[in-house]
């Protein structure tokens, strides 16, 4: 019977987990290295080791409607999209809120996670920790993995020929903070991502020059769609996803690149990706076709060679005086504290997990890995969900469901049959990426928390049509069930209002 929960990092998914995990009767410990909640979204001057770091600029990508707690929307006077410090302060609110922080030990890393000798019959894990120089041991029924993938940057310097005699300067975007020391300088970006995007931003209003390299191109998306509206409540909603499942794949694919190259044509700036129906996550960024209009920004293909001062590109060009070089060349995904590295395996950037969330070869379904999964939707309202379900997992009442089939299939077939499918639906090459609201539901059904349309349709029509047809905001998932949330209808039928506020 899990009763005691270790959580690893007190990030949007850490609190996420304490929170369930006290609404289930569970006993959550939290264990945060640094000294606030946060995680990604807490900025500091200088990036820390262990901890996910963001330069200062950094504004939310999903609006405030959509990227919400489930229970818990933003005050009705936030602007849609915000600064990193004003979403920070909503974390701070919604920890405070429901009285969080009790159970979180900050200045404590966790340096191992292993299995008890009895763990096919208990699920126990000893949990090894470390503050202020002095180690402790602590066993736990249950361990929510909750410390990100925005922490281990992935420098792949071996693909890029010559960088060794490369004399200017070069790092990863992870330890960009602000633009000012580059005033002058004629600065490399590599990486269409969109950190690599908001960097060559940035620098381009302070930079002689500032080029942009690409591998294989990028959809790029403006934060701000039809009518002024944010685009995500437009595009993500159950109507877009059930046209997209009906419509024969050609269709589909034509309807999406169309929409994508809607404000401007991608080809014409040399942004258009090589697969040119690829699903995976767009770069969402309202001023990089206006800076490559401008000049200040030149788009480059990847980089072949680099020289003493110059760099060459795959397209046999040249650059000279080439002073620094930023890879915004993303992250690998890395657990140093678990000390069985084939639990949560990652072989060439990619993670097999049940669901997203529980790793296959476990006796005992008592590990969850929250946060991991990437799609066209907002990370905190993904987070919730994973959490919900985990705990009723560690709860036994879904062993039937679903961990019997995943242990004993040969690692698990339907752990591959997912794989499949997400690589499918996505073009994509992780097994991390999937359809936002598929996803979800997928979730919300085991659990019971899925919004019955059908039933809504008979019972309240007008909620039904905005739950349909509308954006597919996170109070859906507390309309009914376990968990629901009285202020959810209210929450939805309002949502535009507080949007245009």
Known sequence: ????????????????????????????????????????????D??????????????????????????????????????????????????????????????????????????????????????????????????????????YPNLPLDDFPGIQKFKGCYFHSREYKEPEKFRGKKVLVIGLGNSGSDIAVELSAVASQVYLS?????????????????????????FRTWLGNILPRAISDWLYVRGMN?????????????????????????????????GVVVIKPNVKEFRETSVLFQDGTVQDDVDVVV?????????????????????????TLYKGILPPRLEKPTMAVIGLVQSLGPIIPTADLQCRWAVKVFQGRWMSLCWAKVCFLSMGSSVSQQQRACSNR??????????????????????????????????????????????CSPYQFRLMGPGKWSGARKAILTQWDRTLR
């Open 1 to 44: 019977m899990v009763r005691r929960v270790a959580v690893v990092g007190a990030g949007v998914s850490g609190l996420a987990a304490i929170k369930c995990c006290l609404e289930e009767g569970l006993e959550p410990t939290c264990f945060e290295q640094s000294e606030d909640i946060g995680g990604l979204w807490r900025y500091t």
């Open 46 to 151: 200088q990036a820390e080791e262990g901890r996910a770091s963001i330069y200062r600029t950094v504004f939310t990508n999903s609006c405030k409607e959509m990227m919400c707690y489930s229970d818990f929307p933003f005050p009705d006077d936030h602007p849609n999209y915000m600064h990193n410090a004003r979403l920070q302060h909503y974390i701070c609110k919604y920890a405070e809120h429901f009285d969080l922080l009790r159970h979180i030990q900050f200045k404590t890393l966790v340096t191992k996670v292993k299995k008890r000798p009895d763990f096919s019959v208990t699920g126990q894990w000893e949990v090894v920790t470390q503050r202020d120089g002095k180690e402790e041991t602590a066993v736990f029924d249950a361990v929510m993995v909750c410390s990100g993938h925005h922490v």
């Open 214 to 238: 690409s591998r294989s191109g990028s959809w790029v998306m403006s934060r701000v769609w039809d009518e002024g509206y944010p685009w995500d409540m437009l595009i993500i909603t159950r």
């Open 262 to 294: 809607r404000f401007f044509k991608h080809e014409n700036f040399g942004l258009m990706p090589l697969n040119r129906t690829s699903r995976k996550e767009p770069v969402f960024n309202d001023d990089l076709p206006s800076r490559i209009a401008c």
């Open 327 to 351: 890879f915004a060349t993303g992250y690998s995904y890395a657990y140093p504290f678990m000390e069985d590295d084939s639990i949560i395996k990652s072989r060439d950037n990619q993670v």
């Open 426 to 471: 996505k073009s994509g090459h992780t097994t991390l990426q999937t359809d936002y609201i598929t996803y979800m539901d997928e979730l919300a059904s085991a659990i019971g928390v899925k919004p019955n349309v059908l039933k809504l349709l008979l019972t309240d029509p007008r909620l039904a049509l905005e739950v349909f047809f509308g954006p």
